[in-house]
């Protein structure tokens, strides 16, 4: 007996309904798939992508298409979805908190441009407390300028008010302290960098040591027998100098270089044994503030004629020592920004290109450390 397989018509049914669902499962996950694929190629990451299609904003993200901010939020769990439009006009900085802060500085009333204006003038800290203030007044007024730190925001507020500068001068004066006592609460430096800058706000410890430090050679010395030491770069620059002066019929030499920490405190004794207190307060520089325990300063003599200024070696060093990165430190028009009386014989290696732009513009050190070198931290 011949027999049929036949299926119930009800089993039919359900195995019918059964492949409707798989077809349909399998066009959702292969749509899904080139979707994500395509999320990945704008440079989302696996973790923000999930959260993205579970959130359903694939057709969004892909109109916003590369944003980094935007894969930071999704990667977030402060995500918040009415802000995803703020979000991607953010400018995206590498920060903790980014999401969470931004999502405060949107509820203080901030617009996207305000907020990526605060998140690039602090660390993810500065940020932080910065969000939890009320929406300040003069944002723009002071950090469109770039080097303007969050965290001093209410020092630049309170100096314009008492000194009326614009802005930029308000910005620069209260970065480099200007607003504070000097000598007090400075910022201590331990670790040589060729480029450290040292004022009175701004002292090296006594662990603060050069590195690559040489002795003099005594043709360069102003009295044969002192044993002086700078930086290895100081003296091939000086060496340089020397020798083109030199062909202009002038003898520069080097009367002081580095100073250790314990140099300076026997100084300070020396002079107040002389002198007085009253002098080591106005002439002399506090151990551990002198730019001499750089190891990047040298104090310059003429060979022949013993008051500095007078000689025309003085001159001579005033128009061409940038061009070889030395650069007047304490000049007699910036008195008021150095913090200290001109001293014609000082002179600071800073290397020609920054000696360069000191010269051409007319600033200090001090000014162009916070200008271009500091951390913006
Ligand atoms: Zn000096």
């Known amino acids: 007996m011949k027999k049929t397989w036949k299926l119930k018509p009800s089993v039919l049914k359900k195995l019918k309904v059964a492949g409707i669902v798989i077809a349909v499962f399998l066009v959702v996950f292969s749509y899904i798939n080139s979707e994500k694929n395509s999320l990945k190629k704008l440079g989302y990451s696996n973790q923000a992508i999930s959260s993205i299609v579970q959130k359903w904003q694939i057709g969004a993200v892909k109109e916003i298409g590369e944003n980094k901010t935007v894969n930071a939020a999704f990667e977030s769990k402060d995500y918040v979805q009415d802000n995803l439009q703020v979000y991607k006009k953010v400018t995206y900085q590498k920060q903790k908190d980014l999401i969470k802060n931004i999502n405060k500085l949107i509820k203080k009333g901030y617009k996207a441009n305000e907020i990526s204006m605060i998140l690039a003038h602090g660390n993810n800290e500065d940020v932080s407390a910065f969000a939890k203030r009320k929406k300040v007044k003069y944002l723009e007024q002071y950090f469109s300028i770039p080097y303007a730190k969050l965290k001093n925001y209410d020092r630049y507020v309170a100096y314009y008010d008492k000194e009326r500068e614009d802005a930029e001068t308000t910005v620069l004066h209260v970065n480099m302290d200007f607003d504070q006592e000097e000598y007090t609460n400075p910022i201590k430096i331990d670790t040589f960098s060729e480029d450290v800058l040292v004022n009175k706000h701004r002292m090296l410890t006594e662990k603060f040591v050069p590195k690559q430090l040489k002795e003099v050679p005594s043709e360069y010395l102003k009295n044969k027998n002192d044993e002086i030491m700078v930086h290895q770069s100081v003296l091939s620059a000086f060496k340089r100098m020397m020798q083109e002066a030199l062909k202009d019929g002038k003898h520069i030499l080097i009367n002081s270089g580095y100073r250790s920490y314990q140099d300076q405190l026997d100084t300070m004794e020396l002079y107040r044994e002389a002198y007085g207190q009253n002098y080591v307060d106005n002439y002399v520089a506090k151990a551990g503030f ?88």
């Open 290 to 377: 002198s730019e001499h325990q750089t190891g990047m300063s040298i104090d310059v003599a003429s060979q022949d004629v013993s008051i500095f200024v007078e000689s025309e070696e003085y001159g001579w060093m005033m128009d061409h020592a940038y061009e070889y990165g030395f650069i007047l430190r304490y000049p007699k028009s910036k008195e008021e920004i150095t913090g200290y009386k001109c001293e014609a014989w000082h002179y600071r290696y800073v290397g020609i290109k920054a000696a360069k732009y000191i010269h051409d513009h007319n600033i200090t050190y001090d000014e162009y450390y916070m200008m271009f070198l500091e951390k913006n931290s």
